[in-house]
């Protein structure tokens, strides 16, 4: 059962962003609420606002711009993600991943955004987004910043960003569109479920771009890798950046044992020589 709360729902990024200052600490953002709704009912969150961002003029954009990439406004739904004509042709990556995300119903309403911001280690976002280098544009009412996701991330749910600020997009730069790559995931069952471990690979400009999910208390992406580097270094380099754990899902043995698998079976069909 959820406990009372105040309900906002601002029409403009100005009044968002007086009502984030205004009850710092005491607020939740409502994008897609699949995540937030569940951790209100488990007693996980006790937030006294809940501010839905969705009448914000712009946080349902996603677009292409020449020299700048892809920007995907923080109401934007996976499906929505899925069905768009640029995703598809620029970066068909995010759309494997996205389809890996839960089930179609739920698709309909988890944002690409939110699936970022719980920073849930297993997040199926997050590695693709990692190897096409997405940036995150953040703001408050002091201003606005853009950081690497790389760096967006700081534990277990837990990300750098305040309690005055919001995800105003996510940008994922134009030199990666086109890059061939691939997206891996182990999980319980064959329908919809959290990974147990995950991986993201790609090929540009003579190097190997590869994130790893469900294996430490963030998503992990790996320093590029020159692509006449040996497979057998590159899977070493992999398994010295992760610290899986054993848990419901999975022991640690199987996740180190997938990452393995998955490295080889990407890296063979991005033509790579073993």
Do not use: W
Not at 25 to 51: C, H, Q, W
Not at 85 to 113: D, F, G, H, M
Not at 157 to 169: D, G, M, S
Not at 231 to 256: N, V
Request: some cysteine; hydrophobic content about 45%.
């Amino acid at each position: 059962m959820l406990r009372k709360f105040n309900y906002l729902s601002p029409t403009t990024e100005e009044e968002l962003l007086k009502f984030l200052a205004k009850h710092m600490g005491k607020a939740k953002l409502l994008a897609g609420g699949t995540n937030l709704f569940v951790d209100m009912r488990s007693d996980l969150l006790k937030p006294e606002y809940v501010i839905d961002i969705k009448k914000v003029p712009g946080v349902k954009e996603i677009k292409f711009l020449s020299r700048v990439g892809l920007s995907i406004g923080p109401g934007v739904t996976c499906n929505e993600l899925i069905e768009c004509k640029a995703v598809e042709e620029k970066y068909p990556l995010l759309i494997a991943a996205a389809k890996e995300l839960a089930s179609y119903q739920i698709r309909n309403r988890a944002t690409v955004a939110g699936n970022i911001c719980y920073a849930s280690p297993a997040a199926d976002m997050a590695p693709a987004l990692l190897i096409l280098g997405a940036k995150v544009k953040i703001a408050s009412i002091a201003g606005e910043d853009i950081i690497p996701l790389k760096d967006f991330f700081k534990g277990v749910k837990k990300t750098l960003l305040q309690p005055e600020e919001f995800v105003k997009a996510l940008i994922i730069p134009e030199d990666y569109s086109f890059m061939k790559a691939l997206y891996k995931k182990s999980k319980r069952v064959k329908g919809h479920d959290l990974s147990i471990v995950s991986v993201a690979m790609g090929r540009i400009k003579g190097f190997y771009r590869i994130a790893i999910g469900s294996c430490g208390p963030t998503p992990v992406l790996l320093e590029e890798i020159p692509v006449t580097v040996e497979l057998k270094e590159i899977i070493s380099k992999a398994l010295k950046a992760i610290s899986p754990i054993d848990d419901l899902r999975g022991s640690a043995d199987y996740r180190r044992n997938m990452v393995e698998v998955y490295i080889k079976r990407i890296h063979q069909e991005l033509g790579g020589k073993n």
